[in-house]
């Protein structure tokens, strides 16, 4: 029942008698604040129908209040999870957290299952091995959203045939999440192998000009080949969010 | 004759002992740069399939280096467009390149149309009247590609009740294209209220401290919501062609 | 008669059945975007309440584009407001819009009388000659907004003396606005003659090492001195509408 | 001996002709030092009139060179207050200075208690968790300074209902601290529903492309909303004091 | 009347008991301004003591104001001088003002004659000829100035041959003036050769990563020789007047 | 023999008769100017020894000041080069420089033949069709030094295959010249397909975030491909010169 | 087996019957994927051939990683380097790695030795001793590829005799890599006194205004001098790559 | 006479037999190393002639490398001193090397006496506290220097009387050194009432928006006075040996 017909059914009521204005107004008092309270629920329902877990970031917080919040949290959603959580501070969650899992190379810390399982596949690149934590972040996020992860770990541009190997599985990608620091050249030329979206991800490794990945950054925005959409530095985690938003809506399309 | 084709024939010569299998080694040794003939046709076939126009960059190019990309292309596309092309320029053109359209806020122009009609809508929401270059440019962009396209104009954070006041058309977006200068804040509050992908475009608008778009394009690069992916600054383009990818996966989920 | 007064009369009426529970539902239709169009009232209420004019961004709007906002504007309000306003533009609009006036040095024109008077006064400082217009803009903003403005030019600390024989005035002022380009380092120095608010305002002006006003601007945001607010580069406009905001709270104590 | 003991000294001296005027000119041309003390007892009279605290930034000062400003300070003043001042060496102060208060979060000590209070409220808001230390540096050195503050935690533009909700509070505060890292967005919204002075405080939170609170300081100066001051990057100290500077002229104001 | 003679009046009236030295006190506390003319004195008195010229700084005025700034100033001083004045400007001033002579490379106006004439000599040294407007920029200020100047055009640092076959100019040098743009390495070189003073001017000059002078800029703070102080891009007035102080203390002393 | 034996050599045989003081002076001469009029002869030598033209940078020279330069050049060499040319300012010369050729596209003016012609090939490598003026100002130069060259235009990186099609005529370059505004991500690419040295030369070709060329350039100097040598943005010059110093210095071994 | 034998095996099989040539179609589709064995040995050919050794960039690897790979590495190249190996690590390794040497000024680990050595010489020259680092760096990986390397230290531009005095020795260097930190100025004036190719290295010696290298790499992309390709800010690595890539070309010639 | 005629008359009186061919080597000898010795020698001249110490700039240097570059030196030198060392390293130094002093606050340290006593007085100028050690490194040096130094601590201008009841000291100084951090303006103001050459040093001192000194290197190298050499960040040390070229020069004209 949306909102007119709730409104109509109230007044109906009161000029039934079936209710009293006091009552009525007692009742859209509720719905004079329901335009907020609605937005409320829209986020807390996007949450839902989603299944994404609701997520910590875990910087500038202390152990006691991640903690808190995870207890909050995982009585409402089924997984609960935390990123840019440093070793020390998983080791300490996990003798009080419950069920906790800990994935170090990602520096994710997860509680629960997500019960949804998308359609579609999220294939992630890397040009450098020292790029992995950052790809990681991507791969463990968009897998405890329920979307299904390939890997393609190495393939960067200075040896392009490393990824012309994998041209078949770049081409079979539905979303690619494509993680590069240095010069950051690696999204235009696998924009260029594929047909699907791609989300470029600039990663802060390299030294000198490379400006705690700036470099990488304005490549990626520079970018010749089209249909490539650039998140923050190191944002492993957003990347993965934005790649799950594009498969979500695919599968919604799938389903209708 | 293709390379398949090719193959074919010299190994069929072969078998029938026309040529030695070293006759054979011979010419297929050159057969090794294939592949390459190869991408080239995936990359005609992805221009084929997706139905995409062709596209020109008008920027530093000369008229008749226009003119004469465009013959050609119009020859293997039905649909071809130039972006970035200054009115004057425009009127040229069309003394010169038949049944030429020219769509002067965008600053595109094309030829032909788009047989490809795509499911789904792309929502383009700009905050200020300054930004609509940009944005008629993603606009015309995607509907030349064969996506619908609504606009949403003018809602930019400073008066937060324009941009609650259309939160169902934004809510029932496939894909929003979030266009904004000065501080680029539209974004975050966009995708805030969409569960959606969200691309946000930086314009150059504004002046002082905006640094030619530089303030909004870092606005939206940290933006604290999930699921924005950021073009250049005015790539208005690029942001048309990363959503459509995105429908163009939606499309095929659907179809599948 | 606020909302909840306005909904418990409705729905007494409805009750007592002098009106209808349907006429009732569209006098609450209004109602239920009330949430959205009481922004949209907050936000005309603020601009009658204040006083202050409605106000147009001239930049990046064409001719007609001024005229017919004006000629929209001049209905609900009985002052408007135009900024950045080049001179050629003003002409033109001074032969269509009725009772024009340009202030050039200002660049702003405006149509009609502000009939607030706020007490207290604005005293606006400027380093040097050059500083003078983006001052005026500060000025003439200030003055149609209804407030005292008194104008100190060409103060800048390099001959201390010049400011410092003034300094009864600063001691006097309610707020300041202080207009500074090159190393921009009058605020500091006047914050720390003066005991009021202190708004800071760098300007482009300089050369080299300046980088259009970004010297000015780092300066005043590292200032030692305290109780400084700064704006963007340039924006006269920006201070005199916080000096406005500011006065009118001191009005609204003196009055309460 | 001070200046105005000793004008009257010579003034007196030729009255009774001990000297003659020529030889008063001479001695008073030495006179020109007068205003100087002037100028510090103007100064003095300023901190004396305010009752604001006399404040001791400790960065870059030593234990013993803080302990000994306090106990100077504290002569003078009846409240003295340190900012940015690490929880360690607060230890070690609270063992030698004499009832020292420290307030963790805001990293503040403070010596005695302000007798004045001001009419009126600020109301200080931060988008995320982070940026509760700066938030608390405002609301603390506000507290101390004799004014009421209310603390409104956690309301980002992400998701915007959370700040809608309290749109009453925002609405009804008389000065507003606005406090955000990453984007910096939530002035631009805050100020679009407040009619009052706001003042805009980008953190450092945040990484990649937020480069230290670049990317917050600019969204802040590039605000389309108007009526915004903006201070340092982490300067909560200073928001917290020009919005004193604005309540104080609000409280003379209501005096006269 | 002014300060001086108002303070002599004054006490003249107590010597001559028309006023009672307690009426005096009353009278000169408002004497505080005095100091202020004082300064403005100092001020003056600097100006004629070194017979450093009244200079206008041309930029952002118009010719009008131009004009009358220097019909102003030519009545106090022998000299005047305007820096950064274009050639139309120029044309159209010395159609208004009698006796002024153009420096066209230089950009200078002037009127009158330096009486002073300092003992030493500025040597000035350029990396190329493009530098050479800023380098006549200070040429000719420190000849309007008072002081003898010595050219050296063109020895830039990559064929260090033409430097070190002037090495003796530069040894003879009493301050040095050294201009360079691009990758502004000259001043290093002349530093370590010379044993004086040596003022380094970043220019503008260059293409690509030059940045405007930045490039340039940096070189000269950071170089590894010492006794350079760099002045800002392209201000060959600001060196002069830098050299011009250098000389005027050198002579200061040879006369003591 | 050291310089110090080799006086003694000589003073010694003056000494003993066995030659005359002007013999002496004669052989000492060459010794005796040595340290500067060495140098020049080395450049002078360098000049000629490599058949380099004499080369004039036209940027920021009056017409007739090229005219007198290249006067003065054609003396002393047989080829002279102007870069940076304007059409019109090319047209002014041909009317008064006899002989004078000009090419349009790459902005340079020649007069006078290289007789040298050096063994090896330059094979220079664009990214877009943009990027062409500096690839030709880098094309021509190589050819008037003396230098084979190649062109292998707009093989940018977002259509890979293109590039890859041509790897057997990257592969067979002596020195790889690779020219890339907006993301300038061809020379990594390039680099690992080749096995000679590679220069890289970021231009200004793109727009928002490419920031005339930062983009490109922080690119190349953060190559992980080896091997790459970067010049300034758009300076197709320099990298000719740097790569004729490398096919010079190979032509010297390989003649040895 | 490789490509070319299993193409000649499958064409023979045909040849002899054994299969169809549809049978033989279907296999070579297969083949297809061939030209990528092909780069890939291209590249493996490229380090056999060049005998350049086996490169790992230790940074941001575990010493696990450093260690497997160094181990599988062997197997395949008779010489094994590792790049920015921190001490601590080194000493780890060379107890577990078989051979290890370690080169501490130059961080960099080696196993086995380079039979190859090329003819021609690589003078690195540094202007400071804070610069060594970075240089020998370069020192070790060229000596380390089977290059002979002079090294000429501390002769930076502030006392440019020191330079002078060596200037025989730049004239006859075949390649020169220049490291400067600082102001960088050193290759603009080696360049000039010498006639190869030169390799500029900024490092990230200096403080304040050198923002970390930034000035160095400024000045040497700025450099007026000709025939200089410039490295990454301390990457003496590729400077000796680069180097060391010149005269392969160069030893090539010699022997064609 | 020239080097030409001086040659020739050396060689004429060997031959002449009026001096030796060992008399002529030793004459010879300073004219046949000239070009280079020549420089070294200078330099060396400059050492001694100043009586400026000889300086060893700590960073990057090893213990031992320091000590024994020390030893060397004060064999040369009657006064040696390193600079920007640590205390850690300063203690360990004062245990083997004889006679060492420390100076924490500069963190320089010393052996040896200056005989040479300079006229004039440096005045030491600093905004803050905090910038104590950069203006002290000043202060050591110069008094090393064998100047009179005058500190003036802590008169920035935010409380601008504190600067001007100290006027007279400013108008007496011989050079000014002003150190200031955060907005860095006070050089502006003290150039403004001084008459002398004013060398600024901007400090790293601040936070957010002051860039590790950046935006008090723009204000200085903007600032609206004339007469203001800026140096680098932080750069105590090198303002001292300008401030000393400056009196030396001074003192040079004096003796003439």
């Given at each position: 029942m949306d909102d007119h017909n709730y409104l109509e059914k109230i007044l109906s009521e009161i000029e039934q008698g079936k209710i009293s204005s006091k009552e009525g107004v007692e009742k859209l008092k509720y719905f004079s604040f329901e335009p907020i309270g609605d937005f409320a629920k829209i986020d807390h329902h996007r949450q839902l129908r989603t299944g994404f877990p609701e997520v910590?970031?875990?910087?500038?917080?202390t152990t006691e209040q991640i903690i808190s919040i995870m207890q909050v949290m995982r009585e409402k959603s089924p997984i609960v999870m935390a990123t840019r959580l440093e070793p020390k501070i998983a080791k300490i969650l996990q003798t009080q957290v419950h069920d906790l899992r800990y994935y170090p190379m990602a520096k994710i810390a997860a509680i629960g299952q997500n019960s949804v399982k998308y359609q579609g596949k999220i294939l992630i690149v890397t040009?450098?091995?020292?790029?992995l934590p950052v790809a990681e972040e991507s791969a463990i996020t968009a897998e405890l959203c329920g979307f299904q992860v390939e890997r393609l770990w190495?393939?960067?541009?200075?040896?392009?045939h490393r990824l012309l190997s994998h041209r078949h599985i770049i081409a079979e990608a539905d979303v690619l999440i494509v993680v590069a620091g240095m010069e950051g050249a690696l999204p235009s030329v696998v924009a260029g192998l594929a047909s699907c979206p791609v989300i470029a991800v600039p990663t802060s490794i390299g030294y000198g000009a490379s400006f705690g990945g700036l470099s990488a950054l304005l490549t990626m925005l520079n970018?010749?080949?089209?249909g490539i959409g650039v998140v923050n530095i190191d944002n492993g985690f957003g990347a993965a969010m934005l790649a799950g938003q594009i498969l979500r809506l695919a599968n919604k399309f799938s389903q209708s």
């Open positions: 910590i970031w875990s910087e500038g917080k040009a450098g091995t020292a790029d190495d393939v960067g541009v200075a040896g392009i970018s010749c080949a089209t």
